[in-house]
């Protein structure tokens, strides 16, 4: 047994669900919620959820998410799984998984930046 892959085993879990594909590398100058694995499995690491019924968070309005976040949490929106969810959050946890998924970019965006990456790969010079 290699010793230095034990020493990084607890650096690569962060908690995330084995078959979540992972942030996009560098995107993202916010840093990752402790809790995100708690979210990942319906909204994705990235804010794109995979599975229908689940509405994509990548790139929504942040005051908008927080807002949603607390009104599950009171009661005053309701949705059992999300109530659940949020239900053992603090505040801060619920600030930071705004922020990071308001920062993720959209599908669309997306899209249009792996154009532009092309364009930029097979332009001229
Ligand atoms: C079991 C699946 C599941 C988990 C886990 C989950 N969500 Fe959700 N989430 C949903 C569904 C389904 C909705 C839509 C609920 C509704 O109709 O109000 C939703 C709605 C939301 C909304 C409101 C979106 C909008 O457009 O109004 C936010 C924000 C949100 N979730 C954030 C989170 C965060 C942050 C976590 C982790 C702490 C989390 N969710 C965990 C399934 C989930």
Redesign the pocket.
Known sequence: MNPRALMLAPLLGLGLSACSPGAPAGAAPIERPA?LG??A???GVDGIAFAP???H?AG?DEAY?RL??QKYKSGE?R?P??QA??GA?QDADLDA?ARW?ASQPRQGQRAAAAEAADADSGGAN
């Open positions: 809790q708690m979210c499995s319906c909204h019924g689940n509405p968070l929504q998410l949603s976040l929106r949705h799984p999300m969810v949020v959050l998984l998924y």
